[in-house]
């Protein structure tokens, strides 16, 4: 979390570095700052809020200058303050910087350089890497070394960030280099745009997107030096590097709100479209099977798998449970899915055909990238399911399929999800056509699939509905979301959205287990959202909400459309297209997304922005 901007060149920084800030938000919004170059120095500004709030301080106290760092802040050291909102100085004043990431050994870093006679303004470990650079910088001119010779700063920096333990994507400013921006990085991600002599910086390409659509995306251990002579990368251990610069594919329209209100809503409804892009050219028709260009495992190997695991965070492990369904019932290989964060410190038994997919939207959350070096560590062929293109989870898999769902910048994840399920129904059609699922069986899965796009543009016509229903139990406290088979993970996603937008707690439950426990807190004022398409289990589903019905609690159905029976039953019902069992992900989540869209719409919360959430976690 937290994003960093620079920008060196010709034009006007802060302009750049608001702009990006303002893209960047949505990781992470406690508070936002600046550094700007010009013959006065390095200026700072930073303020506690939202990008907004620094806006408001520069109108106040304006600033100007080619060369300069930016930051808004997820906290996770050190309360959300003005003084801790970065940059942070070094020294006196010798080095000024940006820090995404978490340095778990900063305490003791601290102490030792408070001995030194550092003083330290904040509680936040990122100052900790100011001081330190500062520090290191002293003892190489005391050594004799000249303060205005970049060897001195890249000797400094290597034996100042060898002692740092944790993540950090660093952007630096060096009051002795007037024309110099330093990017580092180990763990948090980092790309540089290449413009007409300039430089952009940035931890995703967001920020650079209208300005340039040439990037090198830094790797561990690697710094860029930025300034009007060029750029020049340095591995801390391999030296000197040649720069491999990759073509962004994003247009400015992708990450405009255009006529929503909210990248949330925008999100939701630009679902037919990401469906379509996740689908295109990924259906073989001559083989009744899906093909995928990025996989990178030959076909022995994949005929091999005995076992797969799906590891994941959030949103993307729900999408990793339906996975489990599918590619268990169309493929027949056994499949574990496992929470990233849980899955890098455990040790589950893996036979040498096991394969791991990391799910991921942003390609950079902390745990599932463990989580992938984990199992490439062990030998495991490790693919990822991913969203962002040139993402360090997509850089560094084995292969892997791409959603093709464009930017998802609203905090909770809508598009991504239908656009995984996507994935993972191709994926169990194209491993389930090696094994058992036959010519015919094949070809009707595809032509069902065809008809996701359209199907979704169906079912978003429920919205009005939907916000209805919104408007007679927004003010409510709790909420259960029940389904079962498919749509249990659709449960858990749909409790997740309300909980992360509208702060309501909410608890997503198999339909059947809610008789274990969650029924206890059903009464008058609890709604249950039954997810209860058609299907084999539906007079099941219809016991379990005939149950919640019996003890006064309110109930809102998620039904196919044409079931006469569950108007009868339910208090409220939503009705979506009629698909097969494996589909209906995609048909039931959307009404969800929308139905917690609107609650907290109601109860006035920022969708966009919920409080305490980032949409990239890049710490632990
Ligand atoms: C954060 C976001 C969620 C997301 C999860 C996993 O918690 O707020 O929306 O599902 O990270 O992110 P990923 O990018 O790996 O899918």
Redesign the pocket.
């Known amino acids: 979390m937290c994003g960093i901007v620079g920008y060196i060149g010709g034009k006007s920084a802060t302009e750049i570095l608001i702009e990006g800030l303002h893209r960047l938000e949505y990781r992470g919004y406690d508070s936002a700052g600046i550094a700007v170059r010009n013959g006065d120095g390095i200026n700072l500004r930073k303020r506690a809020g939202r990008v907004g709030e620094l806006v408001k301080l520069l109108d106040e106290q304006p600033v100007g200058g080619q060369l300069g760092i930016g930051h808004t802040r997820w906290a996770t050291h050190g309360e959300t303050t003005d003084t801790n909102s970065h940059p942070h100085i070094g020294g006196n004043g010798e080095v000024v910087l940006v820090h995404n990431g978490v340095i778990e050994n900063y305490t003791s870093l601290r102490e030792s350089l408070q001995v030194r006679g550092y003083v330290f303004n904040t509680t936040t470990d990122s100052e900790v890497i100011a001081h330190l650079i500062a520090h290191s910088l002293e003892e190489r001119v005391r050594m004799g070394e000249d303060p205005h010779d970049r060897t001195t700063i890249r000797n400094a920096l290597e034996v100042a960030l060898k002692q740092l333990k944790g993540t950090y994507g660093l952007a630096i400013l060096f009051r002795d280099h007037p024309d110099l921006l330093v990017a580092a990085r180990a763990g948090s991600p980092l790309v540089v745009g290449v413009g007409q002599g300039e430089y952009y910086l940035a931890s995703d390409s967001s920020p650079l997107v209208g300005h340039t659509d040439e990037v090198v995306y830094l790797d561990d251990h690697e710094w860029a030096f930025l300034s009007p002579e060029g750029m020049e990368i340095i591995h801390r251990d391999a030296g000197q590097r040649s720069p491999s610069i990759q073509t962004l594919d994003q247009v400015a329209g992708n990450i405009d709100l255009g006529e929503y209100e909210s990248y949330m809503l925008k999100e939701i409804f630009e679902q037919p479209q990401s469906l379509e892009n996740c689908l295109r050219g990924r259906i073989d028709d001559d083989a009744a099977s899906a093909k995928f260009g990025g996989l990178n495992v030959d076909l022995h190997a994949l005929r091999q798998i005995d076992r797969i695991v799906l590891t ?8 990793a449970l339906v996975g489990e369904y599918l590619i268990e019932e169309f493929a027949r290989i056994p499949v574990e899915v496992e929470y ?1 964060s849980e899955f890098r410190y455990r040790n589950p038994p893996m036979t040498d055909q096991t394969m791991t997919f ?8 902390a ?2 990238l463990a989580a992938l070096r984990e199992s490439r560590r062990k030998g495991h062929a490790t693919l990822a399911i ?3 293109v040139g993402s360090t ?1 997509a850089r560094e898999a084995d292969g892997g399929i791409y959603l093709h769902a464009g930017p ?1 910048i609203g ?3 809508t598009k ?2 239908t656009s ?1 399920v996507t994935a993972l129904i191709l994926l169990a059609l194209y491993l389930g056509r090696m094994r058992h699922l036959s010519y015919p069986a094949g070809q009707r899965l595809i032509s069902q699939l065809r008809n996701l796009p359209k199907l979704a543009e169906q079912t978003l016509k429920c919205n009005d509905q939907v916000e209805e229903i919104a408007d007679r139990y927004f003010d409510r406290t709790n909420f259960l979301y029940l389904g079962r088979q498919y749509n249990f993970p659709v449960a858990l996603e749909g409790a ?1 959205k309300l909980k ?1 937008i509208s702060y309501i707690h909410a608890e997503g439950y198999p339909a059947a287990e809610m008789k274990h426990g969650p029924i206890a807190l059903v009464d008058e004022a609890t709604p249950s959202v039954f997810v209860i398409p058609r299907g084999s289990i539906y007079p099941k589903v219809m016991s379990n909400l005939e149950e919640v019905k019996a003890r006064k609690g309110p109930v809102i159905a998620v039904a196919c459309e044409g079931d006469k029976e569950i108007s009868a039953a339910a208090d409220e019902v939503i009705f979506v297209p009629d698909v097969e069992d494996y589909m209906q992900p995609i048909v039931t989540s959307i009404p969800l997304q929308l139905l917690a869209y609107h609650i907290a719409i109601l109860r006035g919360c920022n969708v966009d922005r ?1 409080r305490n ?5 890049t710490v632990e």
């Open positions: 994941a965070c959030g949103t993307s492990w729900h999408a990233a990391a799910i991921t939207q942003s390609g950079e959350t745990d599932t991913c969203n962002v989870i998802e905090v909770a994840s991504a999800f995984q997740l992360e919920p959430l980032a949409k990239s976690v």
